[in-house]
């Protein structure tokens, strides 16, 4: 009907503060390929609607589980609105949509991510004022160079009103690309450990410590180890490197404590240096 004069929408996502809940399947990790998170008017939203309906970005002082900017809209007459953007010419993958929400007096809400070919939706019905909740699609396949189109369809209730946070098209990692990452990060990891010198740490530590490394090169060289296999021996080995002891440090060691000039007799609880400074500042 109309197209909705909302500015171009920021492609990076900040979350609002307060508590979320998560419908259908939880967002899987990967590269955001469009969001809209309402701080911004943004352009290429099209609003369709039989009747009349208002719609702004603002904030609410009262709304204790959003305290950013959001979208909304209220509709005096029950009616179905249909919000909808293309997003051109993505890569190959898997994509998902997910949408922050809250409101009241709506009997239903879509929101969906289609190529033309196959559409993937969330359903759900708002809760009530200020209970946030985040939906989630199933991933989407899109094949090179497909547009996906984003719509959500919400059947609004007399009186009926809705708030948008967070509209986020993700593009899912593919597994080579998570064991990429991941094999990335081990690397990090074992180059790191690969410096420290036996003499330094307690033989115990170290002959756990030491396998943990000869398992994390193992799995570094090997070839078509997944994610998972990855991150496993990289958390092994951040275990055994957190748990390394000091040769310096010796156990049971006796402990002299001797007064400290201008201190009481039963003072004997540690002082940062600053403290120390300006106990000797104020004797000058």
């Known amino acids: 009907m109309l197209a909705c004069l909302l500015a171009s929408a920021m492609l990076v996502s ?5 508590r979320w809940t998560t419908g259908n399947t939880a967002k899987a990790a990967g590269t955001v390929v469009y969001s809209d998170d309402m701080e911004q008017a ?9 009747q009349a309906y208002t ?11 959003n305290t950013t900017q959001f979208w909304n809209i209220y509709s005096a007459t029950a009616q179905q609105l249909v919000l909808s953007r293309v997003v051109n010419q993505v890569s190959a993958g898997d994509y998902t949509l997910s949408v922050s929400e809250d409101g009241e007096k709506v009997t239903s809400v879509k929101a969906a991510i289609s190529d033309g070919k196959t559409e993937k939706s969330t359903d759900f019905i708002p809760a009530g004022y200020n209970v946030w909740a985040t939906h989630t699609t199933d991933a989407l396949s ?5 547009d996906i189109t984003i719509t959500v369809t919400v059947d609004f209730q ?3 009103w809705l708030d948008f ?13 998570a064991a990429s990452a991941a094999r990335a990060e081990l690397k990090t990891l074992i180059d790191s450990c690969s410096i ?74 540690g002082v940062d240096v600053s403290s120390y400074i300006s106990l000797i500042e104020s004797t000058d």
Request: aromatic share 6%.
């Open 14 to 18: 900040v979350m609002p503060a307060g």
């Open 158 to 160: 007399e009186g009926g």
């Open 42 to 50: 943004a352009a290429g939203w099209n609003i369709t609607a039989a």
């Open 196 to 269: 420290l010198s036996e003499s330094d740490y307690k033989p115990d530590g170290w002959a756990a410590f030491e396998k943990a490394l000869a398992d994390a090169n193992e799995i570094y060289a090997a070839q078509g180890k997944t994610a998972e296999e990855i991150n496993s021996a990289k958390l092994a080995l951040q275990e055994a490197k957190k748990n390394l002891v000091d040769a310096s440090i010796v156990e049971n060691a006796p402990i002299s404590v001797e007064k400290v000039d201008g201190l009481s007799d039963s003072f004997i609880k």
């Open 142 to 146: 899109a094949a090179e160079g497909a």
């Open 165 to 177: 946070d967070d509209i986020i098209l993700t593009k899912e990692d593919s597994a080579e690309d």
């Open 55 to 65: 719609e702004t970005r603002k904030t609410d002082a009262w709304a204790t589980n």
